[in-house]
T-cell receptor
Framework: GESVGLHLPTLSVQEGDNSIINCAYS??????FIWYKQESGKGPQFIID?????DKRQGQRVTVLLNKTVKHLSLQIAATQPGDSAVYFC????????????FGTGTRLTVIP | GAVVSQHPSRVICKSGTSVKIECRSL??????MFWYRQFPKQSLMLMAT?????????EQGVEKDKFLINHASLTLSTLTVTSAHPEDSSFYIC???????????FGPGTRLLVL
C-alpha cells in the first residue's frame, strides 16, 4: 500500500553541525512533497517543498533532495541551531494533482548545545 | 503563506458531551480546509476534507456522524466532536491550502481531553 516512512525516528546532532533527515515513500503517483517542522504542542510549520520534476531545492539553511528512482526524500539543515530541535515530518500528496497530504511517521531532531 | 487560527487551544469536557472546534483563515479565502488528528508521539492522520458550501469528504474509518464538519464560509470551518469519549482525546489540527492550491498551512491545534 501507500506509505511514507522515515529511516530514523530520532536524530541528535551537535550545534553547528549539519543535519540530514531522510524519508522514503512508495507512491509513485505522488508529485509534490513537503517538509514540516512541529514543535511540542504546536501545529506543523511549513519548511520547504519540492515538485517531482525537480531533484533539489534550497531555502534558507535548508535543502530538500528528491531521488525519484529510489523514492527517497531528504531534508538537510545547515549549521543546526538549538531552535531547530523539533519533530520533522515529510508529506506527499496522495495522487498526482491532489492537495490532500499523507504524512510520514516523523523524526525527532535534538540539537545538543 | 497563510495565517490560520484555531479556537479553543485546549478544552476539557465530560464524556458524552459535544465539543466544537473552530478553524479560521485570517488572511486568505480558503475554499478547502482539512482536519487532522494527532495522538501523542504519532503522525498526523487526515480525518476529512472540508469544502466551502458542500459536504465534507471523510477518510476511511472516520465516522461522519461523530465528527461533524461545517465549512459555512471561506474563512471558517468547524469540527464538532459529538458524544465525546475518552478515546477521542487527541490533538486536532486544521489546515488550508494556500494560493498555489498545494501547500497546506496549519493552525496551532486544539488539545481535547475527554474525562
Amino acid at each position: 500500500g501507500e506509505s511514507v516512512g522515515l529511516h530514523l525516528p530520532t536524530l541528535s546532532v551537535q550545534e553547528g553541525d549539519n543535519s540530514i533527515i531522510n524519508c522514503a515513500y512508495s507512491n509513485s503517483a505522488s508529485d509534490y512533497f513537503i517538509w514540516y517542522k512541529q514543535e511540542s504542542g504546536k501545529g506543523p510549520q511549513f519548511i520547504i517543498d519540492i515538485r517531482s520534476n525537480m531533484d533539489k531545492r534550497q531555502g534558507q539553511r535548508v535543502t530538500v533532495l528528491l531521488n525519484k528512482t529510489v523514492k527517497h526524500l531528504s531534508l538537510q539543515i545547515a549549521a543546526t541551531q538549538p531552535g531547530d530541535s523539533a519533530v520533522y515530518f515529510c508529506a506527499e500528496n496522495k495522487e498526482t494533482g491532489a492537495n490532500n497530504l499523507f504524512f510520514g511517521t516523523g523524526t525527532r531532531l535534538t540539537v545538543i548545545p | 503563506g497563510a495565517v490560520v487560527s484555531q479556537h479553543p487551544s485546549r478544552v476539557i469536557c465530560k464524556s458524552g458531551t459535544s465539543v466544537k472546534i473552530e478553524c479560521r483563515s485570517l488572511d486568505f479565502q480558503a475554499t478547502t480546509m482539512f482536519w487532522y488528528r494527532q495522538f501523542p508521539k504519532q503522525s498526523l492522520m487526515l480525518m476529512a476534507t472540508s469544502n466551502e458550501g458542500s459536504k465534507a469528504t471523510y477518510e476511511q474509518g472516520v465516522e461522519k456522524d461523530k465528527f461533524l464538519i461545517n465549512h459555512a464560509s471561506l474563512t471558517l470551518s468547524t469540527l464538532t466532536v459529538t458524544s465525546a469519549h475518552p478515546e477521542d482525546s487527541s490533538f486536532y489540527i486544521c489546515s488550508l491550502v494556500g494560493h498555489n492550491q498545494e501547500t497546506q498551512y496549519f493552525g496551532p491545534g486544539t488539545r481535547l481531553l475527554v474525562l
